[in-house]
């Protein structure tokens, strides 16, 4: 093979262009069907998307084997099964959903009234309401609901199984109102909030693990009949290697339009997907539901959050509402955790290795060691500021 010949190659196998993508190869690879077989864990199958009883997931999550199992199938239905999961149940005690759903209603209006009411990436403006940075806004506004919220076994679980430990959550309200259309069917973070131009600067194995840094999932805050457009997916979708640059194009978009497939949801109900999965919110035609849901955006330790979070304010805020709920028994020390890694930060990097060097290891302690390690000592709510403090010190340059 001469060298022009080599060189030609190793670029079309690197570099994807404006035009990569066959639509056949496409078809072929998502038009197939979901086998029960292949899937023993799920409690059953519904237009290609594995459905989980959250009872299961949380009595699996306390036996190791059961848990590393589950979590395994997961994986398995996120990379070449149909991409998506709903786990019923997931939210157990939809009273704490309601007050969660009490509180973004609070700081819509609140922004409303500021003027900073928040748009959308894929649908027109005044479609629907959104708060950027839910995560830490419900922390800071109700720290005792936003410790039971997040002390949910499912949420961490699946995020755990996708992302391993140490992952970075973050979250995004968002009320389709009556009238609300639909978004364009599209790919999510990374790589999907390019441009098809500023997709192709990046080298084809990027492409590649763009979708291993992030998992998208979704908590039901309503019942969501299909009448108020709960999520349009197309299963199997992430299996197609190009999909980031080609699913924007005609062809894509018909298919889409005519094949997707779409699941009513109940309250409590979560639904988690790779975030190569073409999909794209409903037309919302119902007359009196505000379709309300909880993104939930979580992020490789490896990886960057889209959102800037800041997570020592939020540790300092939730630390005594979450010491008082683990006294009172109201969560387990396992939920604990679970609060932990949705409000602390679990990774080490970047810092400043002059001032907060590692000290028996590798890493520096994180952020959210250093909360559980105060929880277990029994450190008061002022002495944890201070070390909140102190530590976020050390890490500026």
Not at 135 to 163: G, I, M, R
Not at 217 to 235: I, K, N, R, Y
Not at 370 to 382: H, K, L, S
């Amino acid at each position: 093979m001469d060298t022009q010949t080599l060189a030609s190659r190793r670029s079309q196998k690197v570099w994807l262009s404006a035009d990569c993508g066959n639509f056949d190869t496409f078809k072929s690879l998502i038009e197939k069907t979901a086998n029960p077989g292949d899937w023993p864990l799920a409690a059953g199958i519904e237009k290609n998307i594995l459905i989980y009883d959250g009872n299961k997931v949380r009595a699996a999550a306390e036996n190791e084997e059961d848990r590393r199992a589950l979590m395994a199938e997961w994986v398995e239905a996120f990379t070449s099964g149909p991409g998506i999961i709903v786990i019923k149940n997931a939210m157990p005690d939809t009273a704490v959903v309601d007050r969660a759903t009490s509180v973004f209603e609070a700081i819509v209006c609140e922004e409303k009234e500021k003027g900073k009411g928040a748009g959308d990436h894929f649908a027109k403006p005044g479609a629907n309401d959104r708060i950027w940075n839910a995560l830490e806004k419900h922390c800071l506004a109700d720290p005792e609901n936003f410790a039971s919220y997040y002390a949910s076994t499912a949420v961490a679980l699946v995020s755990e199984a996708w992302l391993g430990v140490g992952y970075q959550m973050t979250a995004q309200m968002n009320r389709v109102n009556p009238g609300g259309t639909a978004q364009k069917p599209h790919r999510d973070y990374h790589l999907g909030f390019m441009s098809p131009q500023q997709m192709q600067a990046y080298p084809g194995h990027i492409h590649a693990v763009s979708p291993l840094l992030t998992l998208q999932g979704a908590v039901a805050h309503c019942d969501m009949p299909l009448e108020s457009g709960p999520t349009l997916f197309q299963p199997y979708s992430q299996t197609f290697f190009e999909g980031y640059i080609a699913f924007g194009r005609p062809e894509f978009q018909a298919y889409f339009a005519e094949h997707h497939v779409q699941l009513a949801l109940k309250k409590g109900d979560a639904v988690f997907f790779n975030p190569a999965v073409m999909h794209g919110a409903g037309n919302n035609v119902s007359k009196d539901i505000y379709r309300m849901a909880n993104l939930l955006q979580v992020s490789s330790a490896f990886g960057r959050a889209m959102e800037s979070v800041n997570r020592s304010r939020m540790s300092i805020t939730v630390y005594p509402a979450l010491v008082a709920a683990l006294d009172t028994g109201t969560i387990s020390r396992a939920e604990a955790a679970n609060v932990i890694a949705s409000s602390a930060e679990g990774y080490a990097f970047p810092t400043n290795l002059d001032s907060d060097p590692p000290v028996g290891g590798l890493a520096p302690k994180t952020q959210a060691r250093i909360m559980a390690e105060a929880i277990d000592a029994g450190i008061d709510a002022a002495r944890f500021a201070e070390l909140i403090a102190a530590h976020a010190a050390r890490r500026e340059a």
